[in-house]
C-alpha cells in the first residue's frame, strides 16, 4: 500500500467518525429540544444550497437550530463550538430558511435561529448540552 492510499483510508476513517460525532451531537439536540416542547419537522433538510440540522416550532413561532458537536479532546484544536458560528454560516443558514419556507408555505412565518451546542466524551456521551435562543 503507497502512503497515498493509507492517507486516504485515515481521511475516510476521520470523515466517518466526525459524521458520526456529529449525528451523535445532533441526536442529543433533538431529543433535548423534544423534551423542551418543541415539535420537530426535519432534521438534515437538504436542498442544492446547503443544510438545516433542525427545524423545529414552538408557541406558533419556526426554529431553525444549528448544533455544533466538539469532543472534549477536540476543544483544544478547534476551540469551543460557540466560536464556529461565523457570520458567513449565520447569512447561509438565512438563505436556507427562506427556502424551506418557500418549500412548506403553510408553516409559521414568525422565525428565529437558535444554536445547540453539544459536548460530548470519547464514547459518545454528552458532557455538556448549551441552548441558545435567538442566536441571530
Not at 84 to 102: E, G
Request: charged content about 20%; proline content about 2%.
Amino acid at each position: 500500500m503507497n502512503r497515498h492510499e493509507t492517507q486516504g483510508n485515515h481521511n475516510r476513517r476521520s470523515s466517518s467518525l466526525r459524521i458520526q460525532r456529529g449525528q451523535s451531537g445532533e441526536s442529543f439536540a433533538t431529543q433535548y429540544l423534544i423534551e423542551q416542547g418543541y415539535s420537530i419537522l426535519s432534521q438534515n433538510w437538504r436542498c442544492k444550497h446547503g443544510e438545516l440540522d433542525v427545524v423545529a416550532t414552538i408557541n406558533n413561532q419556526l426554529v431553525i437550530i444549528e448544533v455544533r458537536t466538539r469532543t472534549i479532546t477536540s476543544l483544544s484544536s478547534f476551540g469551543i463550538p460557540e466560536e464556529s458560528i461565523t457570520h458567513y454560516k449565520q447569512n447561509k443558514l438565512r438563505k436556507l430558511a427562506l427556502l424551506y419556507m418557500q418549500r412548506f408555505p403553510d408553516l409559521p412565518r414568525s422565525i428565529h435561529f437558535d444554536c445547540i451546542f453539544v459536548i460530548i466524551n470519547e464514547q459518545n456521551e454528552c458532557i455538556k448540552l448549551s441552548h441558545l435562543k435567538d442566536a441571530f
